[in-house]
């Protein structure tokens, strides 16, 4: 009897510790979102039903996996942060030289039993790794240090780069600059680099007809990215390809009006009008049924997570905690952003889907590790203050 | 890097607390970056759905409705009682996109697995894809029984860009009667596409795809097609209809009801048995045509849905000439059925007298030729009135002569010959009215635009440049035997709009009355009826129980230069054609017509006997066994 009380104690006491490490405005902040994002997905998927039986399954699996980061404390996140990232850059090496090609892309490495995409893994092991050498290196930070974490991020960047995967190297590009810029990069370095960025986007705005002009050639970019670019710049120029995508995202976010057309009513996405319509353009199918109201919620939802997350940042108590909170939290902003910008016709179609909204096992597990990584280091926290 | 070292900045004001409110600054930094970049994104947001929100509801509207044509019912077209002579019938079609086909031929070929695709099948569908607009939906196969219709559905996924559908076609359940009036239907090729435009009338035709191509079909078009109704229906990216969101609905075509007494028809063009040749009959007291008969004649059906190579050589390198239509188009000399006209003519000008009589020697030599009569030895003593019963020549030689060409052209112009007589059908040629003007229009060299006085001589006979449409013949005699009244000829009798029985009447009103005294009319009239009792018509008119008017006539094909004419040594297409000009009841007509047989020889053995055959099931509704016999007397000579 004795025995069995002690292991029903012993039970209850990890379960106790298990919740304990679970940040409870952020379960509240992520809940909200997949909430709207099961009811927005039962509508896009209104003509597969099982794909939505498979988006209730990726939930599952990635909130399990949330809840298991969020047991491993930082100090060890920081011994796994080198293995982590010199496996995630030998995968690569590997999908470059025996990769699969599949849509004009090599982003696929098949290990045996299943295809695996090993650029997913480096959006979490790039900050990691940049945050435990910045940490390693914390008392005496020198310009070497700098371009040493440059060197970091450029070698799975331009591999992933190379497959090619603009998305994915935006994102793992973006959780890079944000370790380096939290790390202390100079104002002096990041201002000019913001300010070049800004002139060359308005220069690419204003002369973006020359620049599309048949048969100029930007270098550095292939083919088909200069087309997104122009694309973004006057869809009508290609009604039937890619500039069908942002027209018809654009028609069903302006006539969902302020209060939209009522779930499940949405007539650019019911009729197929609306492309990619549960996966990278379900904004465009939450925003025509749901209308501004809905994307403003939907921008709420998004500002309190960041929000969270930055202050689980600016409270953790060791840099490497401080750093990978800060770029985790930054790195949800990109991915709503570059995903919302695209879809309403301000950045070029790149394939950055909708943060915990868009349909796809893969990009929700990487989200909910980086959501566990924050749990992880704000149960540290806790902990910490209670002893 | 000149001025300040970042590193040692760092490394010398390095301490925990201090590291601290630069991360947290930054924090900040981010968090204000965040809220602009977010509030760009708003910005983004109320300009496209508050402020741009009309534009962008009336683009999702237009992408999800679409406006598709409901093709109208055509009308129909029946016979003066009633009797249909075209209608429409629905039948499954499998059409294939060929813009939304990647490769047609082995989508062909495996179609053909799933339903019967023959060999002119696909030559007919290669044609169409030749005239028509590319986006077209074009059949490869029409009237598809139920069972394949059932076999493709169950495939229809395999087969993107291929449909079936239930479309109308027109029938002529009368097979080829009167198959030169009602002409036929065929697919809209480019042409037509610009006639369509140039009419104004693309709306209409959007959801038709088949358009009359002669005859009555066309001549009727705007009447017979109606008005193309509208379905609104909600589409998807696809071009997929979901469902109807409204309707408008077609209104069926106007219903054509014919002059034509299609019994009268199927009579005449069963009394030509294999013979070929044309008649035209008309009541002479409406110009409403009652049988116009061209034979051989063709099954119009067969262009219903496109006819194949095959078919249409068969028909158009026939040496019997099918399509042409003999009795509008073709235009022969008149030959004897000429002769009461230029009597008429002689009596208004004064230029004989009926009591003036001329000594017939069986010739009449001018200029030194010499031109024969038919009976050897001559008529003796000729007046006006033998000389129509007995149809001699030379009194007609003699008269021509005096009277001269531009006074015999004058005269018969006002009967409609040489001009179209504006039938509501197209391909009415106008024949050949001769006069020195005529010649000089249609000749270049100097001397062949002369007219020689020689040339007036056998014009008296109606031979010679003469040449006229079996129609002109018929609206003569008609208009003849309606004492100068004359009327358009026309096929139909009205339109009717059939939902609500409005009618529209065609030519009521008479267009001209020739300036004929009544009792030249009468001595005229009186020569006929005598033909058919005592002079060329007599033998085919024997026994009749009804008084009837007519004149026999032969026209020459091949001259036999001063040697007399032995029908059976002349070859049977260089035969004389055999001409016959009537009307009934002799008193009151209600019937005028103009036979004639190609290659038949004599009017009073080939022609006339058709005629008989006509009146008779006409006034007395008694219909023939067979194909009208030959008399065979042509000694009298016409």
């Known amino acids: ?387 | 890097m000149p001025g300040r070292d970042p590193s040692r900045h760092m490394t010398d004001l390095y301490s925990p607390e201090i590291q601290l409110t630069r991360f947290r600054r930054r924090v900040l930094f981010a968090a204000a970056l965040v809220l602009v970049a977010f509030g760009l994104l708003l910005a983004r947001f109320v300009w496209l759905q508050v402020v741009m929100h009309d534009y962008y509801r009336t683009r999702a509207e237009d992408n999800r409705i679409a406006l598709l044509p409901v093709a109208p019912n055509r009308g129909l077209i029946v016979d003066r009682n009633g009797e249909v002579l075209a209608r429409n019938y629905s039948a499954y079609t499998l059409e294939i996109k060929p813009s939304r086909v990647a490769d047609l031929e082995q989508t062909i070929n495996d179609l053909a697995k799933l339903v019967n695709i023959e060999g002119r099948d696909r030559r007919r569908f290669r044609k169409l894809m030749d005239e028509s607009r590319n986006f077209d939906s074009l059949p490869i196969r029409t009237r598809l029984t139920d069972e394949e219709v059932a076999r493709f559905i169950a495939q229809r996924y395999r087969f993107p860009g291929v449909e079936v559908r239930a479309r109308l076609f027109r029938q002529y359940p009368q097979i080829e009667l009167g198959a030169h009036i009602l002409g036929y239907m065929g697919r809209i090729n480019r042409r037509d596409a610009e006639r369509i435009e140039e009419a104004g009338s693309v709306d209409n035709y959007r959801g038709t795809d088949h358009i009359g191509k002669s005859g009555l079909e066309q001549s009727y078009e705007s009447d017979l097609h109606g008005l193309t109704g509208y379905e609104q229906v909600e589409v998807t990216a696809a071009g997929r209809a979901v469902r109807v969101l409204s309707r408008t609905p077609p209104q069926q075509g106007n219903n054509l009801r014919l002059t034509l007494d299609a019994g009268l028809q199927r009579i005449v063009e069963q009394a030509f048995g294999d013979r070929r040749g044309a008649l035209v009959a008309i009541e002479p007291s409406s110009g409403g045509v009652l049988a116009l008969v061209s034979k051989p004649t063709f099954d119009p059906n067969l262009f219903v849905d496109g006819i194949d190579t095959a078919s249409w050589d068969a028909l158009n390198n026939s040496p019997d000439h099918p399509l042409l239509n003999r009795a509008i188009y073709s235009a022969y000399p008149p030959g004897s059925t000429f002769k009461p006209f230029m009597a008429l003519g002689a009596l208004t000008t004064g230029k004989r007298t009926p009591e003036q009589a001329i000594a017939d020697p069986g010739h009449f030599d001018f200029g030194g030729h010499r031109f024969r009569d038919d009976k050897k030895g001559g008529h003796g003593m000729v007046d006006m009135h033998k000389s129509i019963v007995v149809s001699c020549d030379t009194y007609y030689y003699k008269l021509a002569t005096e009277w001269g060409i531009d006074g015999i052209a004058n005269f018969m112009s006002q009967f409609g010959f040489g001009s179209r007589s504006g039938i509501d059908i197209n391909g009415e040629s106008s024949g050949i009215l001769p006069s020195p003007a005529w010649k000089k229009k249609r000749f270049r060299k100097p001397e062949q635009q002369r007219w020689y006085a020689g040339e007036t001589v056998s014009i008296g006979i109606g031979q010679g440049y003469n040449s006229y449409t079996l129609l002109q013949l018929a609206q003569a005699t008609a208009t003849l035997a309606n004492d100068g009244v004359m009327f358009r000829p026309h096929l139909v009798k009205y339109v009717v709009n059939p939902r609500t029985g409005a009618r529209r009447a065609i030519e009521p009103q008479p267009i001209r009355t020739l300036d004929l005294k009544q009792e030249h009319i009468d001595i005229i009239k009186r020569a006929l009826v005598d033909v058919n009792k005592t002079g060329t018509g007599a033998r085919a008119f024997a026994g009749a129980p009804y008084e009837s008017a007519g004149k026999t006539g032969t026209a020459q094909l091949y001259s036999l230069k001063g040697a007399e004419y032995k029908e059976a040594h002349v070859a049977e297409r260089l035969r004389d054609h055999a001409l016959f000009i009537a009307y009934a009841p002799a008193d009151k007509p209600t019937i005028a017509l103009a036979v004639l047989v190609e290659n038949g020889g004599f009017g009073s053995q080939a022609a006339a006997p058709i005629a008989r055959q006509v009146f008779d099931y006409y006034l007395l509704g008694s219909t023939p066994a067979g194909p009208a016999p030959e008399v065979t007397n042509a000694a009298d000579g016409e």
């Open chain 1, 1 to 387: 009897m004795q025995l069995t009380a002690n292991k029903w104690l012993r039970a209850r006491s990890a379960v106790v510790s298990v919740l304990s490490s679970l940040d409870v405005p952020l379960l509240l902040i992520t809940g909200a979102l997949l909430g709207v994002a099961t009811l927005v997905m039962a509508s896009a998927t209104a003509d597969f039903d099982y794909r939505f039986d498979a988006h209730l399954v990726n939930l599952a699996v990635a909130l399990s996996v949330m809840v298991v980061v969020a047991q491993i404390p930082p100090l060890r996140l920081m011994q796994l942060a080198l293995p982590v990232y010199l496996i995630g850059v030998l995968l690569l090496v590997g999908v470059e030289m025996f990769g699969e090609v599949s849509k004009g892309a090599q982003r696929w490495l098949n290990i045996g039993f299943t295809r695996i995409q090993p650029s997913e893994m480096l959006k979490i092991a790039v900050p990691m790794m940049l945050a435990w050498y910045f940490h390693r290196h914390e008392s005496q930070l020198r310009v070497r240090d700098f371009l040493v974490a440059l060197l970091i991020l450029a070698v799975p960047l331009l591999l992933i780069f190379h497959q090619p995967d603009l998305g994915t190297a935006i994102l793992v590009l973006a959780a890079g600059m944000f370790v380096i810029f939290f790390a202390g990069l100079s104002w002096k370095l990041i201002i000019p680099v913001l300010v070049v960025g800004v002139v060359a986007i308005a220069t690419v705005a204003a002369e973006g007809d020359a620049l599309c002009a048949e048969g100029v050639s930007w270098p550095g970019f292939k083919d088909y990215q200069r087309q997104r670019v122009c694309t973004l710049l006057d869809p009508t120029t290609d009604p039937r390809g890619s500039g069908f995508h942002i027209i018809q995202s654009s028609i069903a976010i302006g006539s969902g009006g302020v209060f939209g057309k009522g779930w499940k009513e949405g007539t650019q996405t019911h009729l197929e009008f609306v492309p990619e319509r549960h996966t990278d353009f379900i904004f465009a199918v939450m925003a025509e049924e749901f209308g501004l109201a809905g994307a403003v919620v939907l921008l709420v939802l998004y500002i309190a997570l960041i929000g969270r997350g930055l202050m689980i940042a600016a409270n953790a108590r060791m840099l490497f905690s401080r750093l990978l909170a800060g770029a985790v939290s930054l790195s949800c902003f990109t991915y709503a952003f570059v995903n919302m910008g695209m879809v309403t016709g301000v950045l070029p179609v790149v394939g950055v889907p909708l943060p915990f909204v868009s349909y796809g096992g893969t990009a929700l597990v990487t989200l909910c590790i980086g959501l566990g990584l924050l749990m992880s280091i704000e149960a540290q926290r806790r902990r910490r203050r209670e002893r």
